[in-house]
């Protein structure tokens, strides 16, 4: 079993930054992708980003391309999501997940049914 736990989440103005973060702990070694991603009240289930604790490859939603960051830290076990230049239509429950997947198509890694273990979810709400 691997426990992830995210934090970071916070209210913050249109323009502003937030880091959030996901400590992951059990059994790591059994996965090696993880991904973001984000709900907003009665929406789907969205990706955000991804990446291999590799580090090798990211993947990004076209919606945060140049404006989130995915980084990992391999020896705390942790992976980051830098959100530069928030906008309202960020707000959403954001959510990280673990999984193994061995395919390399931006598809495959963005795709929810592709990761087995899931966090609590921190909400990320930007104003106008």
């Known amino acids: 079993q691997v426990q992830l736990e995210e934090s970071g989440g916070g209210l913050v103005q249109a323009g502003g930054s937030l880091r959030l973060s996901c400590a992951a702990s059990?059994?790591?070694?059994?996965?090696?992708?993880m991904g973001w991603f984000r709900q907003a009240p009665g929406k789907e289930r969205e990706f955000v980003a991804a990446?291999?604790?590799?580090?090798?490859?990211?993947y990004y939603a076209d919606s945060v391309k140049g404006r989130f960051t995915i980084s990992r830290d391999n020896a705390k076990s942790t992976v980051y999501l830098q959100m530069n230049s928030l906008k309202p239509e960020d707000t959403a429950v954001y959510y990280c997940?673990?999984?193994?997947?061995?395919?390399?198509?931006?598809?495959?890694?963005?795709?929810?049914?592709?990761?087995?273990?899931w966090g609590q979810g921190t909400q990320v709400t930007v104003s106008s």
């Open positions: 997940a673990a999984g193994a997947i061995f395919a390399t198509s931006a598809q495959v890694m963005s795709s929810p049914t592709m990761y087995l273990y």
């Open positions: 059990g059994r790591t070694v059994s996965t090696n992708a």
């Open positions: 990446i291999r604790w590799s580090g090798v490859s990211t």
